[in-house]
């Protein structure tokens, strides 16, 4: 309980160190501050930024895809080096907030958190190629969301 509403504390701005009550935990790194340049990003990190296009969606039980095309929208994603982002849907803002990285053993966890701080999803990210990026729910019936650099 105390973890996930740290993970909303630091999400809402940028905390500077550890998370509150976390212990030591030197994979989790917070946002730059939004009147910064980004200069603060992890250089490991600068790959996942920018502009991402949304190609395709698959998972579930019966592994069901959709495409921009089957869906009938077309999606973009971008992450800024402040820890903003800004998910667009037919060039209309569908959802925007905050997100951070969690940097695992194996592959790296973000989390989002939209402007309103009424959801938090995370995903696992992927870097397959230098212009493609996955965004995996990681559990069960998960999907896989693949994008391509923008």
Not at 57 to 74: H, K, Q
């Amino acid at each position: 309980m105390f973890a996930g509403a740290a993970l909303l504390f630091v999400l809402s701005g940028c905390w500077k160190g550890p998370l509150p009550g976390s212990g030591d935990h030197p994979g989790v790194f917070t946002c730059t501050d939004d009147s910064g340049d980004g200069s603060g990003v992890r250089p490991t990190d600068i790959a996942y930024l920018g502009t991402w296009d949304w190609l395709e969606s698959c998972g579930g039980i019966a592994y069901m895809c959709s495409t921009p095309e089957s869906a009938g929208y077309d999606e973009r994603l971008h992450l800024s080096p402040r820890g903003s982002y800004i998910m667009c849907r037919d060039e209309e803002t569908a959802e925007e907030g905050r997100y951070l990285i969690e940097q695992r053993d194996d592959r790296n966890l973000v989390h989002f958190v939209n402007r309103d701080l009424d959801t938090l999803r995370s995903l696992f990210l992927h870097q397959v190629s230098a212009d493609t990026l996955v965004l995996d729910e990681g559990c069960c019936d998960r999907f896989a969301h693949l994008y391509a650099r923008d």
